[in-house]
């Protein structure tokens, strides 16, 4: 078996099988559509984001039949006879059944995904449809830069556009009757600096001209979130990432 890494570098498509029988390099990988794409690391503004909305709704579900996971199990479902893996920020299961050793099989009820600089895309559309079409009741996509949780509730097998709240609202969680989060909570000392830089970022690296992968944006993103840096340097660091 070789380095998933090493196997990545060779773009093209990978059966479920070969995604299984692939070494791991102690990060994190989703398959989706014959495709593996690596989990970046999370910020801290990710990571204080994400453990907010997980400790409000870990403290509703106490006691509770719903389980609630975070960051820490993969998702398995089949979708259109194509066989999926992903690994949501945060996910909320009330059916046991789907609870395995080796992840959850199944959609889960509820689905949280934090935006990073470089995986808006994949969360904000990719997943959106996968989640539709797997049945996932319910998908927040939350927004550190702007300060915003987008709530699409599954009615009919549609999403819809979705509904916007900010970072003073109290949003109901339509799965959980009776559970509410409090956003001045979730983003209480959040700022929007990091985010903006970060994605000023990955504009000049793309407009540089170098072709970098997702996990090169990333790395690129932690040694060069600093407002004072300019396009040039970054083209240089952006090299070196090779």
Known sequence: MSNLAEQREQKRYYTYEEFLAMEYDGKRYEYIDGEIYAMASPSATHGNISGELFRQLANFLRGKTCKIYHSSLDVKFNILDKKIVVIPDVLIVCDKSKI????????????????SPSNSTHDTKTKLRLYRLAGVREYWIVDPKYKTITVYILKDGKYGLGTVYGDEDVIPVHTLEGCEINLAEVFHDITIDEYVINQSIINALRASGVNLSDEQIAKAVKILETPEISEEIIAQEAENLY
């Open 100 to 115: 395995k050793n080796d992840g959850i099989h199944g959609a889960p009820d509820f689905i949280i995904e934090v935006l």
